[in-house]
């Protein structure tokens, strides 16, 4: 443990921390930016190579759509029918499609299929016993193509990057027994409807070899999907997607993209069975179709990896050195420290003729320096404190002999001073204790005073509120009085209107009555007008005119008694809470005449409690005044008796102060006469010469 603790250990460490904590901090600083910066590079780059591609694969459409726009402007395919000769046309045509072929990789066929149910056809065959290309193709009636997905498809298409021609998914043909796409673009008449279509069929293995030759970095792939994230075109280093990559999580970002974000490439960070897979994607506006690019995070893990062993070498070798550095360093310095350890311990022991032989100029030659001018100047102290020590001893000794002699005489001065001064102290401390006996009296005597003054005056607030509560009280019971007679009133008139209620219920009655009547009238009259035959109908309409009156008076008439008997009964309610309301406004004044007899007790009670107030008042004033007199005896007892006290307490003060003074110079002589005597034996100890 003593090792641990020695500076150089303690140097040595904190270089070591002071090394390793930069070297770690770099380190990971190292690894982190260069991680971040091999991410953000995969993915500029990626991105950068996919709109590359992109812009590469537009072109290509545009190679394929352009021998097709070149036919749909061709005079004798606009007018194949109607000017000119058909035959002509045809054989102009033939030789325009088989034109269209010859200079377009990957193309099998070129057409021209009219909604007249004509197709024209032109290709190129290749003859290996003469090593020429045939033409070949021709017209064909009857043939509709109108159902066909690339001729309705292409019909009103608008351009986009400058390619009006459709582009068909890719399909497998048995005509030419491989997957094929179909180019086509609409041929109009000149007032706008459709009269045609032409296209080429094509190799889909030119747009397979096309996509599958796009590489993202070293390790990246590009696979082809149609607008529902089926695989077009896939790549053999796929492992990431089988048939579809609808069900990565970014694809729903590109589906949903609009126009304006076509042809522009997208990245996305996905996690595929454990592993993550940097993707990028690219919409093609021509198409519609997806070029998806599958960059492995193994892509970055080489470079990393390798950056990372190179960082924790050089980080080991600047370890090595920097431990050397600090080992040397702490070396010097323990070196130099010991130095200045050794002589400083010779000078503890008492050798002050040591000295340090100074080499070094820079900080411990200062320290050394500083250290034999320390050592000269105590030698020198210690030299003077030496030779005023014995003088001290002396002078010590003769203060000694005349501080005894004082210290007797002042003794006995204050002996006789004491006994003078306990008379006087015992008068002056019963004369203070009377007064003060009296003035505590004086103070009860103004706390009782104070207390009958809050009292009085509480009392005379209680009498105005007890006057104040019999005029409420007053005023209760006249009010409670109305309340009981318009109560009274109230149900008066609520039992006049329960009579005329029940009139209202006669009248119906006999309107009911009255009702029934005209009902059995109109039943009769009815009989009657059959009776009558054709003579009595305009009389059976009258009839039932009025039994309808009848049935409506009588509805009317139940619904009046409703609402009477309603009322009936709501009146009757209010009768009963009239009743109610009466008594219990009576037995309200009973209780307001209780309170009222309270507040005169409470009122006589305050009155009698007043006057003894008054009386109690007018004794502490006397009781008051008879204090004030003795106090002003007393005071001049006491003031008497305090200054022969403090005359006697001063002077006795004055004699213990220099008898204590002089005890004290007598033990200072002592005291340091010791420590004259301890300092020439510390003195003794160093050797000076």
């Excluded at 102009?92 to 070129?110: H, P």
């Excluded at 909604?115 to 033409?135: A, D, F, Q, R, V």
Aim: charged share 25%; hydrophobic share 35%; aromatic share 6%.
């Amino acid at each position: 443990m003593k090792f641990f603790r020695k500076l150089g250990f303690q140097l040595v460490l904190f270089f070591i921390v002071a090394i390793t904590i930069p070297i770690v901090m770099l380190m990971v600083s190292s690894i982190t930016t260069t991680s971040s910066s091999m991410e953000n590079n995969v993915k500029v780059t990626s991105e950068q190579t996919l709109n590359e591609a992109q812009k590469q694969f537009t072109t290509y459409l545009k190679t394929l759509s352009q021998p097709v726009d070149l036919l749909t402007r061709k005079n004798e395919v606009k007018h194949l029918e109607d000017q000119g000769t058909l035959s002509d046309n045809v054989k102009a045509v033939r030789d325009s499609l088989i034109a269209s072929v010859k200079v377009t990789n990957g193309a099998e066929r070129a057409f021209f299929a009219t909604n007249t149910n004509l197709e024209i056809t032109g290709w190129g065959e290749y003859n290996p016993e003469t090593g020429k290309t045939l033409s070949k193709g021709g017209l064909e009636n009857g043939v509709d193509r109108t159902k066909e997905v690339w001729y309705t498809d292409c019909k009103g298409l608008k351009a986009r990057n400058s390619i009006y021609a459709y582009f068909s998914k890719p399909y497998y043909s048995k005509d030419f027994d491989k997957t094929i796409i179909t180019v086509s673009q609409e041929i109009k008449h000149s007032d706008g409807t459709n009269y045609g279509t032409v296209g080429m069929h094509i190799d889909f293995s030119e747009i397979t070899d096309f996509v599958q030759g796009i590489g993202l970095l070293n390790t990246g792939f590009v696979v082809l999907a149609d607008e529902d994230g089926n695989i077009l075109v896939n790549n053999d280093n796929n492992k990431y997607v089988t048939d579809s990559v609808s069900g990565l999580n970014c694809w729903s970002t590109v589906k949903g993209l609009t126009e304006n974000d076509y042809d522009k490439a997208f990245s996305f960070d996905e996690n595929i069975n454990g592993e993550k897979v940097h993707v990028v994607t690219s919409k093609d506006a021509v198409t519609g179709w997806t070029l998806v690019g599958f960059i492995s995070s193994k892509e970055t893990s080489v470079t990393t990896n390798k950056m990372i062993s190179n960082t924790v070498i050089f980080s080991i070798i600047a370890f090595v050195i920097g431990i050397g550095i600090a080992l040397s360093v702490t070396a010097s310095m323990t070196k130099e420290i010991k130095k200045v350890s050794g002589h400083m311990k010779d000078v503890a022991s008492g050798d002050l003729t040591d000295r340090i032989d100074v080499k070094k100029k820079n900080e411990f030659g200062d320290l050394e320096n500083n250290f034999n001018n320390m050592v000269e100047n105590m030698a020198v102290l210690i030299k003077g404190v030496e030779e005023k020590s014995g003088v001290i001893v002396d002078a010590s000794a003769k203060i000694a002999g005349v501080s005894k002699s004082t210290t007797e005489t002042v003794g006995q001065v204050s002996e006789a001073i004491q006994s003078v001064a306990v008379g006087a102290s015992g008068q002056a401390d019963s004369t203070q204790t009377a007064t003060q006996e009296v003035e505590n009296l004086a103070d009860r005597l103004k706390e009782t005073k104070a207390y009958v003054t809050d009292i009085s005056e509480m009392s005379v607030e209680t009498q105005k509120l007890s006057n104040k509560g019999l005029t409420i009280v007053d005023e209760l019971i006249t009010k409670g009085q109305r309340s009981i007679d318009n109560s009274k009133i109230s149900k008066a008139v609520v039992s006049e209107m329960v009579s005329s209620i029940e009139k209202i219920n006669f009248i119906s009655d006999a309107i009911t009555e009255i009702t029934e009547q005209t009902n059995l009238l109109s039943l009769n009259a009815s009989i009657e007008a059959a009776r009558a035959g054709e003579s009595g109908k305009g009389f059976a309409v009258v009839a039932d005119e009025i039994r309808k009156l009848a049935e409506q008076s009588q509805q009317s008439t139940d619904e009046i008694k409703q609402i009477v008997n309603e009322i009936t009964i709501k009146s009757q309610q209010v009768e009963q809470t009239m009743d109610e309301s009466v008594g219990i406004i009576e037995e309200q004044n009973v209780s307001i005449k209780d309170a009222k007899e309270l507040f005169n007790t409470i009122s006589d009670s305050v009155n009698g409690l007043k006057e003894g107030l008054d009386n109690i008042t007018q004794l502490n004033e006397a009781m008051d005044t008879n204090r004030n007199n003795v106090v002003s005896k007393m005071e001049d007892v006491a003031a008497v008796a305090t200054e022969t006290a403090a005359a006697s307490e001063e002077v006795t003060a004055s004699a213990v102060d220099v008898e204590q003074t002089m005890h004290d110079l007598n033990e200072f002589t002592v005291e340091l006469d010791n420590i004259a005597e301890a300092l020439k034996e510390a003195i003794d100890k160093f050797k000076l010469q």
